[in-house]
């Protein structure tokens, strides 16, 4: 019972937050409506017995990238109604191409519900596990041993991104002043103060 | 919910509001001691302050002083409530309750002793990082809807400064939890029992520093609070709060000040553990509130003899320094796991 | 129970790629002024290094091996495929050098991009399944991206780098579309199990998702309609790296369509053949006759590269192993020929700068005699005269085609193939009979003139010596793919 009625809070409240994250005027309160989207999908995944998805989907989502997110919204000065001008314009268009996404959607679901047969095929597919196993040591299992391949390939792509970034993006600008904490450090009384002994009414030359 | 005294009081409700209830009281065996011990810990904190630079500290209100911070909870209660215009109100009155219910949220995973924990997740270390990375929303809340350039300075900062830390924060957790096997923090603390020797602060030194050096940043203490920076920025995003939305934040910054600890305590030194077997008469929770005071004085020492950070800097440590050590550190602690046998 | 570790042997050459391109990298990034220079000869030395593994690997393993969990295959068509893409990327970076510095581009990444793209190209190919097919075309993409904009203080590079990775993106939305309705209907990804789920028909969700696959591809190997960014994109792109563009990702691209169509929907050749004639049809009217209005000429090697791709496509319609066969034979000369013109155009260069117009080329017989004789029998052989080796790319497709009875299709490609020689000759003709108008200076570049030589020699009447034992070989590799 309880169950149910926190799938439907989580769920319902998710379609809520979605919907808002469209629908609201001021972009920051999209964003964290976004956030009370990903709030609510983390708990269906609990609800799933996924806890460790959950867990990373509030981590990495909500705690990093939509904070970022935000971050950067607040920053920028917004003007909606410049951006929604195209809109009347483009939704023809958009409208057309949604519509016929939707029939092809459609198509598929009816075709398919004719032969649901034909799903499994044996020894593909999912990679089954064993029951006893809990579901972080599983996501490890099928992560690092079945899919590790994927896994240090999305890695070369992540660092291929970064390359990419720091070659469109770094300058190298002349004449910047930086910290450099070694050099403090490797200072010595020695090699940096001097003891002169001044002579009254002369002064020093420096 | 087997308790004789409880079943006495609410044998004559439904099953499902009798295990609500007893939840409602186990929540509060955790939040009246926490919010009290806050209370005590703020004057803890000025008077280690005060001592560190010779001077008396609080110590009118109350016998030496103890009930100073009632005194200000109280005033602060009285005052009135200021919202600047032009602020997002909604968002501003938000703000400082999600900064203190995150805060308490957290401890429902901290086991206190043997099987004594709310909530025993099998994945408590990330609930507890989960919910410390969703701190920096209250902070940049705060900032924007305050309408001020002080708060909004104050909240970017924070906002850069807890994502930088949480990156070193989560690899030290990953490499702790790849040398225990579980993300259990029982788990975590049964690995290490068997007295002092068997902390990881030892095992694991380089990172007990680093988690330290983090959960100062990650709870904006000084020599990490740059979003509050009195002197450049007033008081952060602070500094449009008044009266108990203020009370409010300053309760959930030092519960978290205090959370950091228990996680401290528990990721490195045995959090309900005895030191020797002959101190085993003294119970788990007891232990786990001793050394919880222990860091929490190492923070108020930081606090009063380090100075400030410049920002660059703070940026440097948390992506150049700690971050490349953590980084090893989970390839190091993971193939030395791999190696004794431990995976 | 699971094995701790796959079976490693048949990725060795991956391997050593994607270490070696991260030591360089960090060599890169450790010295204070790397050089360009020399990362692009230790570069080539790691790309020769990973051919040699792949040979001496091919030679160790007998027939088709699967590892990583049915995620990556290693048979005769990979290693045919990747030797091409190898020696792409080879020439790719060896004609680089001139022009980076002429033009002043320090970025050491450069060479480390193409190895990048090389081994996602690599990993493209041996793909064996669709998450696998994906990543490496990301892979891959992402460094093109990168290469296309990497002169980003010109306004033209910078935008040629933005509209490839805008319609790259969402050419990637269509393909993952489209293998999203083939995993719904099948429950797989792997090409083995879908071949298997779908020997007997398929239900029409399929027929869609297929559609969208192709039309995902399509783009990475610029077929008509989805062409629109080729000649932007080689325009903008530092030529060096149009050069790139279109040699090795081509032939990737080219064999990642064989290898998901003979793959995974063998039994559903009626459904795709049909899209694929329509594109072959379009990619050669188009790169016929819209090339014949151009006077820029990497504009017009972009839109000749359509067309080529058309011709090639002949032979993936046939759905035969003599059309797989066709298209291999196609691919490898076709990329000998693109990559000699581009030599040529990164030696157009005058007291002025780089030059791109192709009236420059007038009266070149004169000036540079060599190389109007090179970029002549380039243009001879891209043209399909007979006794040259495009010659003979045209003529396996074509007669692929009539096998399979494409009457209509072969007819067609000749017709077109008529048309587009036009322009070929033109260039020709402008080079030996029209008055020269500047003189060029080429390069002091020896690696330039190597590559140059060798694709000439390639397509000039030599080619009978090399075409059997490319044939033998392409026949070995069809079979491999098409049983």
Redo the contacts between chains.
């Keep these: 019972m309880i169950a149910a009625l926190a799938f439907y809070m989580f769920a319902g409240l998710a379609i809520f937050a979605g919907l808002m994250v469209v629908v609201s005027r001021n972009p920051v309160h999209s964003v964290l409506f976004l956030i009370l989207a990903f709030f609510n999908a983390a708990g269906l995944f609990v609800l799933l017995g996924a806890e460790f998805l959950a867990m990373i989907l509030i981590i990495v989502y909500v705690g990093a990238v939509a904070v970022l997110f935000l971050f950067v919204v607040m920053m920028l000065d917004i003007d909606f109604s410049e951006l929604r001008q195209g809109f009347q314009q483009y939704l023809p268009l958009g409208g057309l191409v949604g519509m016929i996404v939707l029939g092809?959607l459609l198509?598929?679901l009816a075709?398919?519900l004719?032969?649901p047969e034909?799903?499994?095929?044996p020894?593909?597919?999912?990679v089954r596990i064993a029951q006893d196993v809990e579901n972080t040591a599983a996501m490890g299992?099928v992560l690092f041993?079945?899919?590790?391949?994927?896994f240090?390939?999305?890695g070369?792509?992540l660092?291929?991104?970064m390359?990419?970034a720091?070659?469109?993006a770094h300058r190298t600008r002349p004449g910047v002043k930086k910290q450099i904490i070694a050099d403090q450090v490797a200072r010595t009384p020695a090699e940096s103060i001097e003891l002169i002994k001044v002579e009254t009414g002369k002064g020093v030359k420096m | 919910m087997d308790n004789a005294v409880f079943q006495w009081l609410f044998a004559w409700l439904p099953e499902l509001l009798q295990s609500l209830v007893w939840i409602v009281i186990l929540i509060m065996a955790i939040l009246l001691p926490l919010l009290l011990a806050v209370a005590f810990l703020v004057y803890f904190d000025r008077k280690i302050w005060a001592a560190m630079q010779l001077r008396r500290g609080p110590n009118v209100v109350g016998p030496f002083g103890l009930l100073q911070s009632f005194a200000d909870g109280l005033k602060l209660l009285f005052k009135e409530t200021l919202v600047p215009a032009g602020a997002n109100k909604g968002i501003f009155f938000i703000a400082p309750v999600v900064t203190f219910s995150l805060a308490l949220i957290a401890w429902a995973v901290i086991p206190w002793g043997e099987g004594i924990v709310l909530a025993n997740l099998n994945v408590g270390i990330l609930y507890i990082f989960a919910i410390s990375s969703l701190g920096v929303y209250g902070i940049l809340m705060a900032g924007w809807a305050s309408n001020s350039r002080y708060a909004f300075l104050g909240a970017l900062r924070s906002a850069a400064q807890m994502v930088s830390y949480e990156v070193s924060i989560g690899f030290v957790l990953v490499a702790v939890l790849v040398w225990v096997g579980s993300l259990n923090l029982s788990e975590v603390v049964l690995a290490q029992s068997g007295g002092v020797g068997s902390w990881f602060v030892f095992s694991h030194f380089p990172l007990f520093m680093i988690f330290l050096i983090s959960a100062m940043a990650e709870t904006n203490r000084p020599p990490f609070d740059l979003p509050e920076a009195e002197a450049e920025l007033v008081a952060g995003y602070q500094v449009e709060y008044s009266s108990m939305a203020f009370g409010l934040f300053w309760l959930g910054e030092y519960t978290n000040i205090l959370l950091m600890c228990a996680m401290t305590s528990i990721l490195f030194f045995g959090g309900w553990q005895a030191p020797f077997a002959f101190l085993d008469f003294i119970p788990g929770p007891l232990w786990l509130m001793i050394k919880m005071a222990f860091f929490f004085f190492i923070f108020a020492w930081v606090k009063a003899t380090v100075p400030r950070y410049r920002y660059d800097q703070l940026m440097r440590l948390g992506w150049k320094v700690f971050l490349p050590i953590s980084l090893f550190a989970v390839v190091a602690y993971g193939g030395a796991a791999l190696a004794l046998g431990r995976v | 129970m699971?094995?701790?570790l796959?079976n490693l042997i048949s990725v060795y050459p991956e391997l050593l790629m994607?270490v070696g391109a991260?030591v360089l990298?960090l060599a890169g990034v450790i010295r204070k002024t790397p050089s360009i220079d020399r990362l692009s000869r230790l570069s080539v030395l790691l790309l020769l290094g990973t051919l040699l593994v792949l040979w001496l690997l091919f030679f160790r393993l007998e027939g088709r091996v699967v590892t990583?969990?049915?995620?990556?295959v290693m048979d005769a068509f990979g290693l045919f495929m990747k030797t091409l893409v190898l020696f792409g990327s080879i020439a790719a970076i060896l004609i680089s050098g001139p022009y980076l510095k002429e033009k002043q581009i320090s970025?050491y990444?450069y060479p480390?991009?193409i190895v990048?793209a090389t081994?996602?190209m690599m990993?493209m190919i041996s793909a064996n399944d669709f998450?696998?097919l994906y990543?490496?075309l990301?892979?891959q993409s992402?460094?093109l991206?990168?290469l296309a904009?990497?002169n980003?203080d010109r306004q033209r590079s910078s935008e040629a780098?933005l509209k490839y990775f805008v319609l790259g993106a969402l050419s990637s939305g269509l393909l993952l579309y489209g293998i999203s309705?083939i995993y719904?209907?099948?429950?797989?990804?792997?090409f083995?199990?879908l071949a298997?789920?779908f020997a007997d028909g398929a239900?029409?969700?399929v027929v869609?998702g297929i559609v969208f696959v192709v039309a995902g591809l399509a783009f990475k190997i610029s077929a008509v309609p989805f062409h629109m960014w080729t000649p932007d994109v080689y325009e903008g792109a530092p030529t060096p790296v149009a050069a790139f563009f279109a040699a090795a990702p081509k032939v990737a691209a080219m064999a990642l369509v064989l290898r998901v169509l003979f793959g995974s929907f063998p039994e559903l050749d009626e459904v795709w053949r049909q899209i694929i004639v329509l594109l072959s049809v379009l990619s050669m009217t188009l790169g016929a006759f819209v090339a014949i209005v151009q006077t820029n000429i990497k504009r017009l090697m972009a839109y000749s590269s359509i067309g080529h791709i058309g011709y090639a496509l002949i032979g993936v319609a046939a759905g035969t192993e003599m059309g797989v066969q066709g298209v291999l034979i196609y691919m490898a000369i076709y990329m000998t020929m693109t990559l000699g013109a581009f030599v040529c155009i990164l030696n157009m260069r005058s007291r002025d700068g780089m030059s791109e117009q192709i009236s420059d080329l007038a009266g070149l017989s004169e000036r540079d005699p060599m190389m109007a004789l090179a970029l002549a029998i380039l243009m001879f052989s891209l043209a399909g005269i007979p006794l040259l080796a495009g010659f003979f790319g045209k003529l396996y497709v074509f007669l692929a085609a009539v096998n399979a009875g494409l009457y209509t299709l072969a007819v067609f490609g000749v017709v077109t193939s008529v048309v587009a020689a036009y322009y070929y000759v033109r260039i020709v003709k402008i080079m030996y009979f029209d008055k020269p108008v500047v003189t060029f200076e080429r390069p002091e570049s020896k690696s330039l003139s190597m590559v140059l030589t060798i694709t000439a020699a390639v397509n000039s009447p030599l080619s009978f010596i090399l075409i059997g034992p490319l044939v033998q070989w392409a026949a070995v590799a069809a079979g491999a793919l098409v049983p």
């Design positions: 092809e198509l598929v075709s398919g004719g032969r034909m799903v499994r095929i020894g593909s597919g999912a299992q041993t079945d899919y590790i391949y994927l240090q390939a999305a070369m792509i660092l291929v991104s390359i990419g720091i070659v469109l | 699971r094995q701790a796959p994607a991260m990298l990583f969990n049915g995620l990556f970025n990444e480390i991009l990048l081994l996602g990993m998450m696998s990543l490496g990301e892979l992402l460094c991206y990168v904009a990497i980003r780098g309705l719904g209907f099948a429950g797989s990804t792997s083995d199990a298997l789920a239900p029409t969700g869609v």
